[in-house]
C-alpha cells in the first residue's frame, strides 16, 4: 500500500518535468544577439519639445533565427532598473524620472517603412511569422524627450537596456556602453537697461516719424557648445500696454510723466521687431561663447495724442528658447 503514493509522485513529477520541456521548446532560435550601442554625453536645448528625438545611433544586428511552434508573446521587456514594467502596446519606455526614453527600431534588408519594437506581449510570433530571420540587417536606438520632469543633468545609466523575446527565447539583449549624461543647455542673459536720453524737447516730436533710433544688444553670455538653435521673442511687460505688435511698438508704462509718445523695438537694420514673434539668433553656429543681439529702440509719436513732457519709460521682456 505504500508503494502506490511513491509510484503516482513519480508519474506527477516526470509529467511535469516533460510539460516544463515542452513549453521551454514553443520557441528556439540560433545565434542570440547582443547589441551594443556606443554612448555619449549630449548637450540639448532646455525648451526643446516633448517627443524630441535628441540621440540616434544605428548599429548591425547579428545574424538570428527564431522559430516558434505556436502564437508566443512578442516584444521587448526594458530592463527592470528603469522601473514599472511598461503598459500593453508601449513603443517608447520611460528610463526613470529623467524625464525621457528610448525606443528600438529595426531596420530590414527589403523593408518598406522600420518597425519599432512594442513591449513584451504587444503582438504574437508564431510559425508564420514573417521573415523570422534577421540577416545583415539594423537597429536603431533613440532617446526622445517625454516630458518636462527633470531636474539638473539626468543621466542614462549604461549597461543592459532591455532585451526583445519571443516566448521565453530570448533573441537580442540591448545594451548602452556606458552613461549618457543629459545637459540642458541655455546662455546666461542678463538684464539690458537702455538710456534713451534726457535732452529731448517737445518739438522734436513735430510730424509724425521716430526720432533717431538707440543701439542696444542683448547679451548672450556662456552659451554652451553644441545647442541646435538658440531663438529669442520680445513681449512688453505687466503695465506697459501694446500700441501696435506688428510694428514693435510698446506704450509708457504707468510711472511715466510724458503723454503722446510711445517706443519702438527695431533690429540692427532698423526693421520693426513685431512683439509675440520668434527669432532666431543668426549670430549663434552651435559653438560655446558669448554673444549679442543687435537691436535698436526710437521714441514715436503717436498721432492724434497732445504731447506732454515728463519721464518716458517702458519695460519688454525678452524670452530665450534653446533648441
Known amino acids: 500500500m505504500s508503494i502506490r503514493p511513491i509510484r503516482l509522485f513519480v508519474f506527477w513529477l516526470l509529467l511535469q518535468l516533460c510539460s516544463n520541456e515542452a513549453m521551454a521548446a514553443l520557441c528556439k532560435g540560433v545565434g542570440t544577439g547582443a547589441v551594443n550601442f556606443p554612448a555619449r554625453n549630449l548637450v540639448v536645448g532646455k525648451d526643446i519639445p516633448i517627443n524630441t528625438v535628441i540621440y540616434e545611433s544605428e548599429v548591425t544586428i547579428p545574424d538570428v533565427y527564431i522559430q516558434c511552434n505556436s502564437q508566443q508573446p512578442f516584444g521587448l521587456k526594458p530592463n527592470v532598473k528603469f522601473g514599472a514594467h511598461p503598459t500593453h502596446g508601449t513603443t517608447v519606455f520611460p528610463i526613470n524620472d529623467t524625464g525621457l526614453g528610448f525606443s528600438v527600431s529595426y531596420i530590414g534588408q527589403h523593408a518598406t517603412q522600420d518597425r519599432t519594437f512594442s513591449s513584451y506581449g504587444s503582438t504574437l510570433y508564431g510559425p508564420n511569422t514573417s521573415p523570422g530571420q534577421w540577416l545583415g540587417r539594423r537597429a536603431r536606438l533613440s532617446i526622445i524627450k517625454i516630458s518636462d520632469s527633470h531636474e539638473g543633468r539626468p543621466i542614462i545609466p549604461g549597461g543592459h537596456l532591455g532585451k526583445v523575446m519571443a516566448g521565453d527565447f530570448v533573441a537580442f539583449d540591448f545594451y548602452?556602453?556606458?552613461?549618457?549624461?543629459?545637459?540642458?543647455?541655455?546662455?546666461?542673459?542678463?538684464?539690458?537697461?537702455?538710456?534713451?536720453?534726457?535732452?529731448?524737447?517737445?518739438?522734436?516730436?513735430?510730424?509724425?516719424?521716430?526720432?533717431?533710433?538707440?543701439?542696444f544688444s542683448i547679451g548672450l553670455l556662456e552659451c554652451p557648445k553644441g545647442l541646435k538653435s538658440v531663438s529669442y521673442r520680445i513681449e512688453n511687460a505687466p503695465g506697459t500696454p501694446v500700441v501696435s505688435g506688428v510694428s514693435g511698438v510698446i506704450g509708457l508704462n504707468n510711472g511715466s510723466g510724458a503723454k503722446g509718445v510711445a517706443l519702438k523695438i527695431m533690429d540692427h537694420l532698423g526693421q520693426a521687431v513685431i512683439l509675440g514673434k520668434t527669432y532666431k539668433v543668426s549670430g549663434y553656429q552651435g559653438g560655446a561663447g558669448d554673444f549679442e543681439i543687435p537691436l535698436n529702440a526710437s521714441y514715436v509719436r503717436l498721432p492724434g495724442k497732445a504731447l506732454e513732457a515728463g519721464s518716458a519709460n517702458a519695460e519688454a521682456i525678452f524670452i530665450m528658447s534653446y533648441l
Open 176 to 215: 548602452l556602453s556606458g552613461d549618457v549624461q543629459m545637459v540642458y543647455g541655455s546662455c546666461e542673459t542678463p538684464d539690458v537697461r537702455v538710456r534713451m536720453g534726457d535732452d529731448y524737447k517737445l518739438s522734436d516730436f513735430d510730424g509724425e516719424n521716430e526720432l533717431s533710433s538707440v543701439s
